[in-house]
């Protein structure tokens, strides 16, 4: 059984370019989220994916966007990049609630710098 | 506004010890609450939940009791080992609604 997979594990971009962040899921879960971890602050949720569809947003701008793919795969697009988007990027896949045993299996995260 | 509460950024305990971490929440809406365990560089690692139907979940060392009435729950680790030093995350969520809101963490040293 595969766990998350994350890309890459670090970054660093300037403020104002775009960046894209990449998630492969556990084999058999078909739900993707996406949480941002600022420094000393615990993760805040950006947004999920279920069946290629976003199910439930955070309080993030659209500049924040994602993607998932029929594999369950998924991407966070984050464009016009600021400082205080410098986190770690954590993607977490699930089963559905109500399906199995309800807790996410997180990936190891991506740091980005944004300078 | 912080609708899960850590109020201890951090705690020590001595190994072979009982280790109790606390988890305020707000929201009373909440109805499924999780523990995470987080190393550095690591992603959270999900440890023990409890339903709001519930009042106490035990697995092996780690027992979870929820207090509905002062929305409160804690985290006992007993014994307390070394590799159980690590950050640790209360995390809740309402049915229906997938997100998971954190706390901010506290960091658990064991001392050996």
């Known amino acids: 059984e595969t766990g998350v997979t994350q890309s890459p594990t670090h970054l660093i971009k300037t403020r104002g370019q775009q960046v894209t962040l990449r998630c492969s899921s556990q084999?058999?879960?078909?739900?993707v989220s996406w949480y941002q971890q600022a420094l000393g602050q615990g993760p805040q949720f950006i947004f999920q994916?279920?069946?290629?569809?976003?199910?439930g947003r955070g309080n993030f701008p659209p500049r924040f966007s994602g993607l998932q793919f029929p594999n369950y795969s998924s991407e966070l697009n984050v464009n016009a990049l600021e400082l205080d988007d410098s986190a770690l990027y954590l993607c977490?896949?699930?089963?559905?609630?109500?399906?199995?045993?309800?807790?996410?299996?997180f990936g190891s995260g991506t740091r980005l710098t944004v300078v | 506004d912080q609708q899960v509460k850590q109020n201890s950024p951090s705690l020590s305990v001595q190994e072979g010890r009982i280790s109790i971490l606390n988890c305020d929440y707000t929201?009373?809406?909440?109805?499924?609450f999780l523990w995470y365990k987080k190393y550095p560089a690591e992603g959270p690692t999900f440890l023990i939940s409890?339903?709001?139907?519930?009042d106490k979940n035990e697995d092996g060392r780690f027992t979870v009791f929820l207090n509905k009435s002062a929305k409160h729950l804690s985290l006992h680790i007993v014994p307390s080992q070394p590799g159980d030093s690590a950050v640790y995350f209360c995390?809740?969520?309402?049915?229906?609604?997938?997100?998971?809101?954190f706390g901010t963490g506290t960091r658990l040293t064991i001392i050996p």
């Open positions: 929201n009373s809406m909440f109805d499924y």
């Open positions: 995390a809740a969520s309402a049915f229906g609604n997938e997100k998971l809101t």
């Open positions: 977490a896949s699930s089963l559905p609630q109500g399906q199995g045993n309800y807790g996410y299996t």
């Open positions: 409890i339903s709001s139907i519930k």
């Open positions: 994916y279920y069946r290629e569809e976003e199910n």
């Open positions: 084999s058999g879960h078909n739900t």
